[in-house]
């Protein structure tokens, strides 16, 4: 089974463009959550999309959306970008929300970003 | 909301020797503690997880324990090889509708052959 891919792997930027970034979970997995790594934060909740719907947020400006599609894939975009969002950014999908395996979550290898 | 502390930054050991990772946490609700490895390039890989109701899980060379009371839990890889070398994070999840992961800050381990 192929695990999350993530497309691009690596993106180059300038200061207030946007971007988005995709993401394709393990098949059958229905949930799928944004993390940002950077050296000086390290890993952090972005958000968590099931069933096409944002379920959880985490402490990021409005700069930062996403959503899913019937599909389960899902997209982040970072609008206006600024030097401090270049950064890892990390997919993990799971198989649900609820029942067995619900708390598993398999990262992809991520989109390197880099904003100058 | 939930912390994760995670020690130490670094370590090395040497090749067959005992590896062990420490976490605490601070919400006492949370009752799901997975490990990652993260080698370089590639995305966090899931090695181990153990659940609130779990005192210890062993997976081959890799265990991992948990003490509620105490709200800390371990990593401990025996008879280390060098491939074991990476970054290894901790995290805690409450479960439910706050599903996300607190990551600790990573330790860097190094086997030395």
């Known amino acids: 089974k192929a695990g999350v891919t993530q497309t691009p792997r690596y993106l180059i930027k300038t200061r207030g463009q946007q971007v988005t970034l995709s993401c394709s979970p393990i098949s059958g997995h229905r949930s799928v959550s944004w993390y940002q790594q950077t050296p000086g934060q390290g890993l952090q909740f972005l958000f968590e999309y099931f069933s096409e719907t944002q379920r959880n947020k985490g402490n990021f400006p409005g700069r930062f959306s996403g959503r899913q599609f019937s599909n389960s894939r899902s997209e982040m975009n970072v609008s206006t970008l600024e030097l401090g969002d270049s950064a890892l950014y990390l997919c993990?999908?799971?198989?649900?929300?609820?029942?067995?395996?619900?708390?598993?979550?398999?990262f992809g290898p991520g989109t390197r970003l880099t904003v100058l | 909301g939930e912390n994760v502390e995670q020690h130490p930054s670094t370590l090395s050991v040497q090749e067959g020797d005992s590896a062990v990772i420490k976490c605490t946490y601070s919400d006492s609700a949370s009752n799901y503690f997975p490990w990652y490895k993260q080698e370089l390039g590639k995305g966090p890989q899931l090695i181990i997880d153990i659940r609130s109701n779990v005192g210890e899980k062993k997976d081959q060379r890799i265990a991992v324990t948990l003490n509620k009371t105490a709200k800390h839990f371990s990593l401990h890889i025996t008879e280390t090889q060098p491939e074991d070398s990476a970054v290894y994070f901790c995290?805690?999840?409450?479960?439910?509708?706050?599903?996300?992961?607190?990551f600790g800050s990573g330790t860097q381990l190094t086997v030395l052959p």
């Open positions: 995290a805690a999840s409450k479960g439910g509708s706050a599903r996300q992961l607190t």
């Open positions: 993990a999908s799971s198989l649900s929300r609820t029942g067995v395996g619900y708390n598993e979550q398999f």
